[in-house]
């Protein structure tokens, strides 16, 4: 059997064609592929701005329940306390007038010193402008100040992130820090700042009273579900781990 | 006419180069292993030509030529695919066809006369690639225009030329025993297959843009 060149070269004009129609198609399928890629993105980017807001929204409730307690916990404490002063001051004993006076003095040092700190613990601005890190450092020394805890900062690497994940970041941290300051009953706390192979971590540990944390998430831990649910809007990972009478330690691990 | 034909696809092959030298700052690493194998590829076949006037045969360096493309294409596509399953497809395909090229050779005498088992393993693995990123593409698209992509037209030329030389060397020995004649006759489809090939890559060296394209962020200090 001698091969027919004519047929051959039919069999090759027909692979060629087969080849060429081949690729108009995967073009055709490849833009409808790409319209439907950018449609889920959209959809995506959708969904996260709302669930941003969502977040912001509740952040803003939180700030708002905070800026109560603190006003009337603290600062409406100390303010009643200058009015007392004030009120019981006599002029007829000048060297007691002058020790109330003094007193009033202090009190008002300190009620000026905790609505600045109130202040600058509510202003996200603030954390776009200094960096989560500064800020964290701020909140380490104020914990310092309080002399009930000794609090220190560990920062491994730089990073950089977006305004918005930094905010919501400084954000859990302090509701991490207020939740080791009011239950934890530590003498220490320490946060680590890793920012090395493409992650950041922000982890926090106290060598407090523990708690069962299963058992916290699931009867009354609004708090740690809020702090869980955060972490899942800003794609990071939250985990907790406690034993009674050993400390806790939170771990936040945003991929970056 | 033979040189003739042989000069103007060196032609291309240069000009192909030259341009990749001109982009060399802003070449990807996948389009940089290419240019690699095209000075490679100018020098085997200056030397063919060479081969063909003084030894009358050039086997032997097609025989040593081909491990080379083979390792070289598929650093190309490893470095394009996206999926990191596909990678690792594509390591061990290359190891498995380079041992069954290897094989072959031994067995064909390589050296001394057309592989043509050897090439058309080779030809499948290399169609097989281009389809893998054909389906990787769809998989993860990145642009509207995929017409602008110097890949699209690096894969397409290697998907044209390995998919005609399948066909070509599956019936290369039957042809050579039965008609030899025919085969003269096929070698121009060859040619303006290779043509064809070297042509898209210098297109594809053409769109690809002189600087690199600084990444904006809009971020702030952590």
């Known amino acids: 059997m001698k091969p027919d060149l004519f047929k ?8 060629i064609g087969l080849l060429a ?18 449609a889920e993105k959209e959809l995506m980017q959708v ?4 669930t941003l807001l969502q977040t912001q929204l509740e952040i803003q409730q939180q700030t708002l329940q905070h800026v109560s307690r603190e006003l009337h916990d603290n600062l409406g404490q100390v303010a009643s306390l200058i009015k007392i002063h004030l009120n019981t001051l006599r002029f007829d004993d000048l060297e007691k007038a002058s ?39 701020t909140e380490t020394q104020r914990l310092n100040k309080t002399n009930e805890f000794v609090a220190s900062i560990e920062v491994l690497g730089t990073a950089l992130l977006e305004n918005d994940k930094a905010v919501i970041l400084y954000r859990m941290s302090q509701e991490i820090l207020n939740n080791m300051i009011k239950h934890s009953k530590a003498s220490h706390i320490n946060i680590l700042c890793d920012c ?30 809020n702090l869980l649910n955060r972490a899942k809007q800003i794609n990071a990972e939250l985990t907790m781990q406690s034993t009674v009478g050993k400390g806790s330690r939170v771990t936040i691990v945003l991929p970056l | 006419m033979w040189l003739f034909k042989r000069i103007i696809y060196l032609c291309i092959i240069l000009a192909a180069i030259l341009i990749a030298y001109n982009r060399k700052k802003s070449l990807p690493a996948n389009l940089s292993a290419l240019k690699t ?28 030529f081909g491990p080379v493309q083979v390792f070289l294409i598929s650093f190309v596509y490893k470095k394009t695919f996206v999926s990191r399953k596909t990678i690792i497809a594509t390591n061990l395909l290359m190891y498995a066809c380079l ?11 390589a050296w001394m006369q057309v592989n043509s088992e050897g090439n058309t393993l080779k030809s499948i693995y290399i169609v097989l690639l281009c389809l893998l990123l054909f ?8 642009t509207f225009n995929i017409m602008k992509e110097p890949m699209f037209w690096v894969n397409m030329g290697f998907f044209f030329f390995f998919a005609i030389n399948v066909f070509f060397w599956i019936g290369y020995d039957f042809l050579a025993e039965e008609n030899s004649a025919i085969l003269k006759k096929l070698e121009p489809i060859q040619y303006f297959s290779n043509l064809f090939l070297y042509g898209n890559i210098l297109y594809a060296f053409i769109l690809q843009k002189k600087e690199v394209k600084r990444l904006e962020y809009e971020t702030g200090p952590v």
């Open chain 2, 99 to 109: 041992i069954v090229m290897l094989v072959t050779a031994i067995i064909n005498k």
């Open chain 1, 8 to 15: 051959i070269i039919l069999t090759g004009i027909l692979i």
């Open chain 1, 196 to 225: 090395r192979e493409n992650r950041f971590i922000l982890a926090f540990s106290d060598d407090g009273i523990g708690f069962n944390v299963t058992d916290k998430i699931n009867n009354d831990g609004a708090g740690l579900n």
């Open chain 2, 135 to 142: 389906t990787d593409w769809l998989r993860f698209p990145t």
């Open chain 1, 21 to 38: 129609v081949f690729i108009i198609f995967f073009i055709l399928l490849y833009r409808k592929s790409y319209k439907k890629s950018i």
């Open chain 1, 47 to 50: 969904q996260f701005s709302q």
């Open chain 2, 37 to 64: 194998l095209l000075v490679i590829v100018f020098f085997n076949e200056t030397l063919a030509i060479i081969f063909a006037y003084t030894f009358k045969q050039t086997s032997l360096l097609y025989a040593l």
């Open chain 1, 99 to 137: 020790i109330s006076i003094e007193t009033t003095k202090d009190l008002t040092r300190q009620l000026i010193a905790d609505i600045k700190s109130l202040s600058v613990s509510l202003n996200s601005d603030r954390i776009a402008r200094v960096g989560l890190i500064n800020a964290l450092q």
